[in-house]
């Protein structure tokens, strides 16, 4: 079992920045990617962005490209989201997740790939 706990959400003007965290503990060996993913009420799961948890790999979706940045520190096992250029848009939870088995680059945005998932952390951008 892997376990994850978010951190880092809260109220920001738009423009403004967060940076989210995620640390993961129990059978980290078995992570291969973790991602970002974010929901707001009545809607579908999105996928924010993706990092290999060897390597240099990072994924994107379109609408955060060059505001958003994902990156990791594999001796702490902690994941961050850097979210530069907030926008109301952006306001949603914000969900770590992390895989345990190789997750190929065309289902790295699908939530059903990653089997372990944190609480989830608020992020509201006001404009």
């Known amino acids: 079992q892997v376990q994850l706990v978010e951190s880092g959400g809260g109220l920001v003007q738009a423009g403004g920045s967060l940076r989210l965290s995620c640390t993961a503990s129990?059978?980290?060996?078995?992570?291969?990617?973790m991602g970002w993913f974010r929901q707001t009420p009545g809607k579908e799961r999105e996928f924010v962005a993706a990092?290999?948890?060897?390597?240099?790999?990072?994924y994107y979706v379109d609408s955060v490209k060059g505001r958003f940045t994902i990156s990791r520190d594999n001796g702490k096992n902690t994941v961050f989201l850097q979210m530069n250029s907030l926008q109301s848009e952006d306001t949603a939870v914000y969900y770590c997740?992390?895989?345990?088995?190789?997750?190929?680059?065309?289902?790295?945005?699908?939530?059903?790939?990653?089997?372990?998932w944190g609480q989830g952390t608020q992020v509201t951008v006001s404009s």
């Open positions: 990092i290999r948890w060897s390597g240099s790999s990072t």
């Open positions: 997740a992390a895989d345990s088995s190789w997750t190929s680059v065309a289902g790295i945005s699908r939530p059903n790939e990653y089997a372990y």
């Open positions: 129990g059978r980290t060996f078995s992570i291969y990617t």
